[in-house]
């Protein structure tokens, strides 16, 4: 009997290319501008400390400030996605890596570009590193509800929902991430993981492996790491 196809799931920023460089500080400037305007015009504290608490804090309890925004503060999903992903010129921010393209290729199955980003900022990142052939799907941040409601990563409610519409079993799947919250929610389901390390993190994280089967500086290790993945 064949074996099911692998799955691979790959994160963005942070996996495939070095968001902390550029990236991440203008999100983050953006969105403490945009936070800043929320809690004044609802005439709550709106001072720096306050809004960077709340910026990092719902970033690291839901995994996507968004969605702590949304929660406690009833913000429009995509006014807060254009307003923190606004760029001068993102081409300017966006730091190429060469021969990414050939080492996707490389990785056997399906890659599918699985992103907190929105879809607008993720889709230009992609085709920027000319990587979009590579993907036969692409999800992104608002592509991630339950019920109606927003799930990005860690939630494992989503990723029980994805792989169910997909028909997919988490043992075919393998998840390539920077984000440790992201790599332990998918473990727990079953699903294997890569944790990316190489590139900085846009939150203090702890115990680096997490639970990951393996973990990389880089995705170009990837192609030499298959059989601890059980794939070669």
């Avoid at 001072?47 to 990092?56: C, F, G, N």
């Avoid at 509800?145 to 929902?161: A, D, I």
Wanted: glycine share 4%; net charge positive.
């Amino acid at each position: 009997m064949k074996s099911k196809q692998t799955i691979w799931l790959f994160d963005l920023d942070n996996t495939l290319h070095n968001a902390s460089a550029a990236v991440f500080p203008s999100i983050a400037t953006n969105m403490t501008r945009y936070i800043t305007q929320v809690l004044a015009d609802a005439n709550h504290p709106s001072d720096p400390t306050t809004v960077e608490e709340l910026r990092v804090g719902y970033l690291k309890r839901y995994g996507a400030t968004l969605k702590g925004m949304i929660i406690h503060h009833g913000v429009n999903e995509k006014d807060f996605l254009r307003e923190a992903h606004q760029f001068d010129h993102l081409p300017d921010l966006l730091k190429k890596e060469r021969g990414l393209s050939k080492i996707l290729a490389r990785l056997p199955g399906k890659k599918i570009l699985f992103t907190n980003a929105p879809q607008d900022y993720s889709q230009q990142a992609i085709r920027h590193f000319n990587l979009h052939r590579h993907f036969a799907a692409h999800i992104a941040i608002e592509n991630m509800r339950v019920h109606g409601k927003s799930h990005p990563k860690p939630s494992k409610p989503y990723l029980r929902k994805l792989l169910a519409q997909h028909g997919w079993q988490a043992s075919q799947c393998i998840l390539v991430e920077d984000s440790v919250a992201n790599i332990v929610a998918a473990k727990q389901i079953g699903i294997r993981t890569v944790m990316v390390t190489g590139h900085g993190q846009h939150v203090q994280q702890k115990s680096i492996s997490a639970s990951a089967d393996i973990t990389v500086k880089s995705v170009f290790e990837l192609p030499r790491r298959l059989r601890q993945l059980r794939l070669a």
